[in-house]
């Protein structure tokens, strides 16, 4: 049997939340209140690395990013309309479905596979920018998931990882607090036992060639209703590297 990084009830929990991705209010509303700092971290370091000027319309375009786990395409739309060429990967079938109808909708060109990035990696695809958010706590076999992850960058190229940290106060915020106290996501969402620290992710990042470059944390502002970076990566975080130039 080949290897996977699927995890079946994982990805059966994702399937019947799929018609919810674009509902600001629904199911997937903490990731919509958290999509605008990731976007800007994610267009501030493609700019600095790749040395494109901001001031343009379209600044990413010639760019090519795969976005890994990408649900309903959440980022892949709004990374298409700054000009990059968009690939979104999801195990999950329902979700490209839904991600599908809803770039024809919005006229954004975005290719959608419903397919891993193992696959993918076994097909010698190689991109500028690889985007693993919110994913690596969902899988199965990390190290797998990671070095395929890692396979999927260019020499010169980035990875930007987003996840939560194994810590207490994880537990206490993302699980207790945002599934059963405050319910922003559904019971049983998250497994505090799969989320891994800053340290674990390095070490997978280093170990698969790639240079880590950047983190930080993201925190949430109650008063503003908002999510910012933050120095604090105990709970959310995230973590950028670089493929060395060949
Ligand atoms: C929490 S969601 C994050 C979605 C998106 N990256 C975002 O942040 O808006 C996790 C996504 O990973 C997908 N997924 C789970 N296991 C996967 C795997 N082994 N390979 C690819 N995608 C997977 C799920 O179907 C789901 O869409
Ligand atoms: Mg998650």
Known sequence: MT???IND???A???????EWWNPNGKFKPIHKFNPVRLAYIREHAL???GRDGSLLRPLEGL??????CGGGLLCEPLSRLGATVTGIDAAERNIAIARLHAEQSGVAV????????????EGKTFDIVLNMEVVEHVDNVPLYMKSCADLVKPGGLMLTATLNRTARAYALAIVGAEYVLGWLPRGTHDWKKFLTPDEIKTLLKRNGLKVTGETGVVYHPLADEWRKSRDMGVNYMVMAERPAA
């Open 64 to 69: 090519t990013i795969l976005d890994v786990g």
């Open 111 to 122: 290719d959608y596979h419903a397919t891993t990035s193992e696959a993918l990696a076994a």
């Open 3 to 5: 290897a996977t990084t």
């Open 13 to 19: 929990k994702f399937t019947a939340m799929a018609e």
């Open 9 to 11: 009830a994982e990805v």
């Open 48 to 50: 600095a690395h790749f």
